[in-house]
């Protein structure tokens, strides 16, 4: 399944408690699925929603696409049309089965709206009160009483209570300031209400929260369900808690003013126990307000407060959890549902935390203080640190809602998860694999056999010396069995597979039991996606069209040159007129078959870029449109053979340049020239380079394949790519699905590893097909 999860904030650009749990849930998805991120990030010095894209620093599966919104420059734009159209994009170009939001601040409140119109599936992980209330909180900004709790929201007293610092100043013009807010709060709260029509099903990780919900914002009962938090349990282990001589109390989170550090302060400083107080969390203005507070304190009660900076959420039980003996949570608001009161749990550290919301609903053998009472908070951190014996009990207990007192693993958490996924889906009229695997699967057929000797194939050119070794050592050449290809796709039902390929190397339709693929594809509903030399043996053009046509998604038709002299040249073996005589019969089966069915297989020119054929690429892709063709796709070349170095476009910044010349124009002229039927041709794979691309084509760029697609060599072992054979052995041993099933590869530890971890891998970094990051 492809899943776009959106966040208004994504590690390790921002780190809070909706953004970690967004993190890990994110690589659990990644485990069986396909996941991208869309969300932002903050820099003053570049061009407002500058879109980039990287891989998720600590997990390479994952794909985030980056939009710049400087925070202060459109905190108050609600509607933001630039983020909308580029939402809109990466849903046509991603294709996601579902959209799981998780909060809208400082993106677009109508990203739901879009999806909804799209018909994708939709999940709402509810955070705090955000879509109920402007400020996200319920506590009034600028009140006689400071940071008074809200009772409810209304228009008016919100442009009152909580924008008038944003107000002239003018008294004349008071009336228009209250006007202008309150306009503001009713345009934005009649936005934020109709995303209840469009989310299919709402998350609350706390039942507090989807009470308030249910009962003040009106979400209806059927579309809301509790599902608290999951966790990444592997982290959350090996305390090694030194005993110092005094007791540590420590505060993790954030120093905004909702979190009520400064109330844990005063309490702190009426304390009569020697305990000390560590304070994390990244360092902000109001840091600098909340050392002035304990800088009032007496020289003794100041020099217990240590302030221990940001900390690494990866690395919390050892620069966190290591350092303290119970931590205390003392926000003024109503959280929803504390990640670090879980953590802390799963460690069976004590918690002291409020009375309200959703703290008090997960601590029940902790201790609880009446809410923002810095006097009551004073007494149970006094009982605490002084009462061994409380204190010993406390450290037995966990989790409140599990007999084992522990937290909800991230994977636990999924597989709710999935049931709510799963019923989104079917609300929508779709369906979904109910198990993992992949959308595609490469058969290697028949590697060995073919009547071309182009100069770049690693088996068949004249540099190559492959089939002397194979022969002088008494190797066969070899064929994958039909019946392997039978009972990989029987045991695939009910898994993502809706296409396959057979052999990209040698010429496929060379296979002897071809008609037996084209009779699988019609028993399973599969579609097939060929790679041909454009000779079509044995049947002929049209013959093969025939078969084919109704079966196919697309063809890739081999063509490395715009003249007789190039291609024959570069394809040994072909012949020109051959090739573009049997070109024209396969598109007139193709578009006939379209005429009479509504159905039509996508058409596409394969080539190697060469420097040999740069100088034609220009008329490849001209003669390409002309003739109603729909795609002209590329790779760079693999230079096996000492040989053809010298035609390799990445061999030098020179050779890069003036590949990048080409490409400006060759888009210029997919812009300037349509295809018969209106559209513009696609180029794939013709990207600007940079001067890296002598080492590396796409810097940090993701694996197309891992996860996503499965190649089956001609003797039924597993590989993850289509790199050259002997290259993707330094992956890995995968298994071979003549012994187990493809499902227990997919699904295996090592495979999962190497998805994770491929950066790492020599023949990844240097990889030809990986995409480049959009910068």
Same mark, same amino acid.
């Given at each position: 399944m492809k899943i776009l999860k959106v966040i208004h904030g994504y590690p390790p650009y921002y780190s809070a408690g909706s953004e970690v749990y967004s993190q890990t849930l994110a690589h659990e998805l990644a485990n069986n699925n396909e996941v991208q991120v869309f969300t932002r990030y903050e820099n003053s010095f570049l061009p407002d929603f500058y879109y980039t894209t990287v891989l998720d620093s600590s997990d390479s599966r994952i794909l985030l696409h980056l939009i710049n919104i400087p925070t202060a420059k459109y905190r108050y734009k609600f509607i933001n049309e630039e983020v909308n159209i580029k939402f809109k994009r990466i849903i046509d170009n991603f294709q996601p089965d579902l959209i799981h939001f998780g909060h809208l601040n400082h993106l677009s409140i109508t990203l739901p709206e879009i999806a909804f119109k799209e018909n994708i599936p939709t999940i709402f992980t509810l955070h705090d009160f955000w879509l109920m209330c402007p400020r996200g909180r319920f506590i009034q900004r600028n009140s006689e009483d400071l940071l008074q709790l809200c009772d409810g929201q209304k228009d008016q007293k919100c442009a009152t209570q909580c924008y008038k610092g944003y107000f002239t100043g003018d008294e004349e013009f008071l009336n228009s300031d209250i006007n202008y807010w309150e306009q503001w709060v009713a345009t934005r709260m009649k936005h934020t209400r109709k995303i209840i029509d469009y989310i299919d099903y709402f998350i609350s990780p706390s039942k507090f929260l989807m009470d308030k919900f249910t009962q003040d914002f009106y979400v209806p009962i059927n579309k809301i369900s509790y599902l608290d938090y999951g966790f990444d349990l592997n982290r959350l282990k090996n305390r090694n808690r030194v005993q110092e001589k005094e007791f540590?109390?420590?505060?993790?989170?954030?120093?905004?003013?909702?979190?009520?550090?400064?109330?844990?302060?005063?309490?702190?400083?009426?304390?009569?126990?020697?305990?000390?107080?560590?304070?994390?969390?990244?360092?902000?203005?109001?840091?600098?307000?909340?050392?002035?507070?304990?800088?009032? *304190?007496?020289?003794?009660?100041?020099?217990?407060?240590?302030?221990?900076?940001?900390?690494?959420?990866?690395?919390?039980?050892?620069?966190? *959890?290591?350092?303290?003996?119970?931590?205390?949570?003392?926000?003024?608001?109503?959280?929803?549902?504390?990640?670090?009161?879980h953590e802390a749990q799963q460690l069976r550290i004590p918690v002291i935390t409020a009375d309200y919301g959703g703290m008090a609903e997960y601590v029940r053998d902790g201790l609880l203080f009446k809410h923002r009472d810095a006097s009551s908070l004073s007494e149970k951190m006094q009982v605490l640190s002084t009462d061994q014996e409380l204190y010993n009990k406390l450290t037995q207990k966990g989790y409140p809602y599990t007999?084992?007192?522990?937290?909800?693993?991230?994977?636990?958490?999924?597989?709710?998860?999935?049931?709510?996924?799963?019923?989104?889906?079917?609300?929508?009229?779709?369906?979904?694999?109910?198990?993992?695997?992949?959308?595609?699967?490469?058969?290697?057929?028949?590697?060995?056999?073919?009547?071309?000797?182009?100069? +770049?194939?690693?088996? *068949?050119?004249?540099?190559?010396?492959?089939?002397?070794?194979?022969?002088?050592?008494?190797?066969?050449?070899?064929?994958?069995?039909?019946?392997?290809?039978?009972?990989?796709?029987?045991?695939?039902a009910g898994t993502p597979l809706r296409e396959i390929i057979p052999s990209t190397m040698g010429e496929p339709l060379m296979y002897k039991s071809f008609d037996e693929i084209i009779n699988l594809c019609h028993e399973f509903g599969l579609k097939l996606n060929l790679t041909t030399n454009g000779s079509f043996p044995i049947k002929g053009a049209r013959k093969w069209a025939e078969l084919l046509v109704p079966i196919l998604s697309d063809v890739k038709i081999s063509w490395n040159g715009a003249t007789k002299e190039t291609h024959e040249r570069i394809m040994k073996g072909s012949k020109w007129e051959v090739v573009t005589e049997n070109l024209k019969t396969f598109l007139e089966v193709r578009d006939k078959y379209f005429s009479d069915t509504g159905e039509r297989c996508t058409v596409?020119?394969?080539?190697? *870029?060469?420097?040999?054929?740069?100088?034609?690429?220009?008329?490849?892709?001209? +003669?390409?449109?002309?003739?109603?063709?729909?795609?002209?796709?590329?790779?760079?070349?693999?230079?096996?053979?000492?040989?053809?170095?010298?035609?390799? +476009?990445?061999?030098?910044?020179?050779?890069?340049?003036?590949?990048?010349?080409?490409?400006r124009r060759l888009y210029e002229l997919r812009d300037n020239m349509l295809l018969p039927n209106g559209k513009k041709i696609k180029l794939e794979n013709f990207t600007i380079l940079s001067q890296e691309g002598i080492k590396d084509l796409a810097p940090g760029g993701q694996c197309p394949f891992l996860g996503k697609e499965a190649w089956i060599n001609n003797e039924g072992k597993f590989s993850p790519c289509c790199a050259p054979d002997e290259l993707r052995k330094t992956l890995g041993n995968f298994g071979n699905v003549n012994e187990v099933k493809l499902e227990e590869i997919w699904q295996s530890s090592e495979y999962l590893s190497l998805q994770k971890n491929y950066l790492n891998y020599k023949l990844c970094k240097t990889c030809n097909m990986r995409k480049p990051l959009i910068n």
């Open positions: 540590i109390f420590g505060y993790i989170g954030t120093h905004t003013p909702e979190k009520g550090v400064d109330l844990l302060l005063k309490a702190f400083s009426h304390l009569s126990s020697k305990a000390k107080l560590r304070i994390w969390g990244a360092a902000r203005e109001e840091t600098k307000a909340l050392k002035a507070i304990a800088d009032q *304190f007496s020289p003794v009660v100041k020099e217990r407060i240590e302030w221990m900076g940001s900390y690494d959420n990866k690395n919390i039980v050892t620069d966190v *959890f290591n350092k303290v003996d119970a931590i205390v949570v003392p926000s003024i608001w109503g959280e929803n549902s504390p990640l670090v009161i007999e084992n007192g522990n937290i909800p693993s991230i994977g636990e958490h999924t597989e709710k998860l999935n049931k709510i996924y799963r019923n989104a889906i079917e609300k929508k009229g779709k369906s979904v694999a109910v198990k993992p695997g992949p959308w595609r699967i490469t058969f290697d057929t028949n590697p060995d056999y073919c009547n071309f000797a182009c100069i +770049m194939c690693e088996c *068949f050119s004249p540099y190559s010396k492959v089939k002397e070794e194979k022969k002088a050592k008494g190797i066969k050449p070899k064929i994958l069995s039909i019946e392997t290809i039978r009972k990989v796709i029987k045991e695939a596409t020119l394969q080539l190697t *870029f060469l420097e040999s054929n740069l100088h034609e690429l220009y008329d490849i892709v001209k +003669m390409a449109i002309k003739n109603g063709i729909d795609r002209v796709k590329g790779h760079h070349l693999w230079a096996h053979f000492e040989e053809i170095k010298d035609l390799s +476009m990445r061999r030098d910044e020179l050779a890069i340049s003036r590949w990048n010349t080409e490409v």
